[in-house]
Each structure stands twice: as structure tokens, then as C-alpha cells.
């Protein structure tokens, strides 16, 4: 398997656990028979700083992981994977885990810098793919 397959892989794996943070901090705060119902909002309550920088966090994974897929499964299919784009891939990989951990933590200047890691490997795959 192809280095970018197993970057998609590793991230989709990542992201498919990604939830969780946030969800110990739900059940937390909340309980288990929020978490387990239509959760209406608990007057008074609001969820811990960390918890809610993980929610944020998942949310931009998900804001941004489409694009990342789009781009291997194209690059795939038109056969053009490169040592740049293997390299790329997994720099994405490792850019999306950090800004979700240091966004987690309230890491705001790490954060940043993972996120255009991210950002800027997802727009290389992509201008691949058009060129």
C-alpha cells in the first residue's frame, strides 16, 4: 500500500476516535443519561474549557478532512503519487493529530501552526491534482 493510502488510513482511523475527548467531557459534566439522550441543553451547565476546545477540534477535522480524501482518491486513480505527495500526506497526517491535540490543550500558537500545516498539504494535493 501506497504511503498516501496509509496516511488516508491512519487519519480516518483518527478521526473515526476523534469524538471521544469531547464525549468524557459530555458524560463529565452532563452525565450518562444526556449523552445517551436528545440532549437538550442542561440550564446552568456548560461544558469544560477542554472539553469544548476537543468539540471545536473534531468539528475542524471534519470541516477540512474531505478535501484531504478527495485529493489521494484522485491522485490515486490518476496514478501520479510522488515522493512529494507521500511526504505531503503524511505531513497532513501529522499536522491534523497535532493541532487537534494542541487545540485540545489550549496550545493557540501551536494550534495555529498545525492547522496551516494542514491547510497548505490539503492545497498542495489538491493544485497535484489539477495540474
Same mark, same amino acid.
Given at each position: ?7 488516508? +488510513?491512519? &487519519? ?20 450518562? #443519561?444526556? %449523552? ?15 472539553? +469544548? ?8 477535522? #471534519?470541516?477540512? %478532512?474531505?478535501?484531504? &480524501? ?5 491522485? @490515486? %486513480? ?18 491534523? &493529530? ?5 487545540? @485540545? ?12 500545516? @494542514? ?13
Amino acid at each position: 500500500m501506497t504511503t498516501e493510502y496509509q496516511s488516508l +488510513a491512519y &487519519i480516518s482511523l483518527f478521526f473515526l476516535l476523534a469524538w471521544i475527548p469531547s464525549s468524557i467531557a459530555k458524560y463529565q459534566t452532563f452525565g450518562l #443519561k444526556w %449523552l445517551a439522550s436528545n440532549r437538550h441543553p442542561i440550564e446552568g451547565k456548560s461544558l469544560d474549557s477542554w472539553g +469544548a476546545r476537543c468539540e471545536r477540534a473534531h468539528n475542524n477535522l #471534519k470541516d477540512n %478532512l474531505p478535501a484531504f &480524501i478527495v485529493a489521494i482518491i484522485l491522485l @490515486g %486513480l490518476t496514478e501520479r503519487f510522488t515522493e512529494t505527495t507521500a511526504v505531503v500526506s503524511i505531513a497532513y497526517v501529522v499536522g491534523r &493529530i497535532a493541532h487537534f491535540v494542541s487545540y @485540545g490543550i489550549g496550545n493557540t500558537l501551536a494550534r495555529a501552526m498545525f492547522f496551516f500545516v @494542514g491547510l497548505f498539504s490539503n492545497i498542495y494535493l489538491l493544485i497535484k491534482v489539477v495540474i
